[in-house]
Structures are given as C-alpha cells and as structure tokens.
C-alpha cells in the first residue's frame, strides 16, 4: 500500500476555442499524447480514472472506444473544479491499493462562450418567496442574502480576508492578475498571452467588486491526460522513461469537516489548509521546500487567500508574501508561472490535472522561456466548490 507512484507521461492541449472538436476528440488528444509522452500503449493501462461535467454520461467508456477498449474499469468521475484532480487520485489509488501497475487519468471540458458559472438561478416571482422543494429553505436566495454566482462568492472570500487581516485592497488584487498574466506571455499552450498593465485591469469590466474581467478565469475549451505507474513497474522501464518520471510524493484529497460556521458563504479555506498540511506530512516537506506552485486561482481574490491556506506565508501574512515579489517567478516562491487560470484559462475537469502537468514539466526542465531553474520539488492544488480540494506534491525524479 506504500509503494511510490510516479507520473510517466502527462500532456494538455491548447487551452482556448476548439470549435471543430468535442469532449471526446480532445480527451483523446490529451489521452494520446499522454501515452507517448510515457512510451506506452493503452494496452499497458490497467485502470483509467475519467473526469468530466458537461458532456456525454458515461464519458470514459465512450473515450475508449477512440484510444482502444481493453476491459479495463473505467471510473467516471465529477468533483467540481476539482474533478481532474479527483480522477488522478483515482489511478493514483488502484495502483497502491495493487489492482494495476499503470493507470490513465483524463479531465476534459468545452467550457467556450459558457458565460458564468452560477449557483441555481430561478428566478424569483413577485415580492414573496415560497419554499419549494427539498432545499427550498435555504435556496435559491441568490440576491438576497448574498450571491451563488462565482465571481460574487470569490469577491466575497477575498474581501472577507481584506477585512480580518486589512492591506488588501482593489489595487493589490488587480496586482496578482497583473502577474498572472504577464506569465502567460511565455505559455504557448494559455489560453490567453496577452500582458495587462495594472491600470488596464483596474478600468476593465467591474464583474464582482474587486474581481474585473482580466482578474477572472477565462472559460475554454481543453484537456490533460496522465499516465501514472508504480515504482516497482518503472524500475523495469527504460533508463529514458525513469529519468523524466516524476515522483508523486503526495496526492490529498478533502472535503468540508464539520464546523460551527457560516453556512451561507463557502469555506474554500479550512479544507485547503487540511489538505495542503496532510500533503506536507505525506510527502515529508515543508512549504519552504517548493519550487514552485500551481493553485487555483479562479480569481485573484481566490489566490490571495490560497497563499494562505497553502501556508505560503504566515497566517494572516498573504498581502505582505505577494507584496514582497515572492510569487512572481523570479521570487522566492513562483506562483502560477503558467499564466494560472485567469489567462491558462479553466475547462473545469481538466484544470486539476493540467496544473499538474504545469508542474511536471519544469520538474522535467522542459519548460522552455519559462523554466523555474533547477525546480525540484512543485505543488499542484485545485478546490471545487460543493466542496472539493485536491493537492499532488511532485517531485524530480533522482532514480
């Protein structure tokens, strides 16, 4: 149950439009390159774990039937944002637990032209609300008390930060999307590369106070597909495919604990911090080791909270850590040096393993123009709200 697992191929498409293909055509672009990125076959797959939200039921299956049906158990699987991420943790977990030596996990989504994804929007009737339904005591209220919708429940956490810890303000949030998409100018896979100055972002489309247009997450069209292996199974492999195998030293995944707590604004806080403090203990490191980190940062206020919750810094102490150049990557700490998902951009089920490619290919060295130097240890986290966290620690190979 102990044994290491690794990543031996990994690939993402383009993030962007892709008019001219659907789920299953880019699932099996991410799934194929995936495999001759590791130097297999789907005939070496024992286990594939598939995410997606919006296509077709029974995805996974149906994707098989384009890279080759072989028996194997194909685990469909929706988690939010978090469902790339969950679908890794899938094949990550039949080869520990010994029912494969080699798994296949994929995330896909056309996300294009989807506009915001909300809570439940029904609209209200009259000056009267009447409960309807299961829940229909405590929804829809959108408006009400409070909003369902993403970029007003994100402004929201980040402002609630702002409030307890002070120094947050419009111009500092504006600030980490200013970055994030000066990064992506070096991403030839981002959706978007084009670099904004601060007052750019600051005058662009206010969406939710303090998130404008630019500090958002681009919806789109892409996938990303891993091949992860055994240790035992990697040691047979050629000395090529050892050498840019990439150690997954830990790999959480966690949901809301019980808390006496507000029951109206999600809690993307405590379930990151249990999931990122498990992952240190897996791995045996401290935030001070990484490299490198990919998070989700669906907004810039999301990100704020995120070098928190990740314990970048001290508690309390995220303003200051991105005041002090850290997360920029010729910082202490480069955070999201692949434009992250304001300008990467954000096909949901496929964000979580796409962060972990980010970071699998500087541990490679093969990052090109925007290669942390000498990248050793990286940390990959996405959270989908329902809620879900996963974080994958990564490691350079030394085998």
């Known amino acids: 149950m102990a044994e290491n697992v690794w990543i031996l191929g990994i690939h993402m498409t383009n993030f962007g439009k892709h008019k001219d293909k659907d789920v299953l055509d880019l699932g099996a672009e991410a799934a194929i390159g995936a495999l001759k990125d ?13 995410g997606n939200l919006m296509g077709p039921s029974g995805f ?88 369902e919708t993403m970029p007003g429940v994100f402004a929201q956490i980040g402002m609630e930060y702002g409030h307890r810890y002070g120094g947050a303000d419009f111009a500092l949030f504006a600030g980490i999307s200013e970055k994030n998409h000066a990064h992506s ?44 292996v055994s240790e035992a199974k990697l040691r047979t492999l050629s000395r ?70 990740l314990q970048l810094c001290e508690p309390g102490g995220a303003v200051d850590f991105f005041k002090s150049g850290a997360p920029w990557r010729d910082g202490k700490t480069p955070v999201n040096v692949s434009g992250g998902l304001q300008s990467k951009g954000h096909p949901v089920s496929a964000t979580g393993i796409a962060n972990v490619w980010e970071i699998a290919t500087h541990l490679r060295g093969e990052a090109g123009p925007r290669q942390i130097p000498g990248a050793k240890v990286g940390l990959a986290h996405v959270i989908g709200l329902g809620s879900a966290c996963g974080v994958h620690v990564l490691e350079k190979s030394a085998l």
């Open 240 to 309: 090529e495919q050892q050498r840019r195998a990439v150690k997954i030293s830990a790999s959480v995944l966690t949901s809301d604990p019980y808390q006496e707590a507000c029951q109206i604004l999600p809690d993307v806080n405590t379930l990151t911090r249990q999931a990122a403090t498990t992952a240190y203990e897996q791995a045996g490191i401290g935030p001070e080791d990484l490299d490198l980190v990919e998070l989700h940062d669906c907004f810039a206020t999301a990100e704020l909270v995120h070098y928190d919750n």
């Open 185 to 228: 100018t070096l991403n030839p896979k981002a959706a978007y590369r084009k670099r904004f100055t601060l007052d750019e972002i600051m005058n662009d489309m206010m969406i939710a106070y303090p998130n404008t247009r630019p500090m958002c997450s681009a919806n789109c069209d892409g996938a990303a597909a891993a091949v992860v």
């Open 38 to 50: 590791a130097g297999v076959t789907i005939r070496d797959i024992g286990v594939i774990g598939a």
């Open 60 to 147: 996974g299956q149906a994707l098989q039937k384009q890279i080759g049906q072989t028996g194997v158990p194909v685990f469909n699987v929706a988690n939010a944002c978090a469902t790339g991420a969950t679908a890794l943790r899938v094949a990550i977990m039949a080869i520990k637990a010994g029912e494969a030596d080699m798994g296949l996990a994929v995330g896909v989504e056309k996300l294009a032209g989807a506009g915001l994804l909300t809570g439940n929007q029904r609209a209200a009737q009259g000056n009267e609300w009447t409960r309807e339904g299961r829940f229909g005591a405590v929804a829809p209220l959108d408006g009400r008390i409070g909003t």
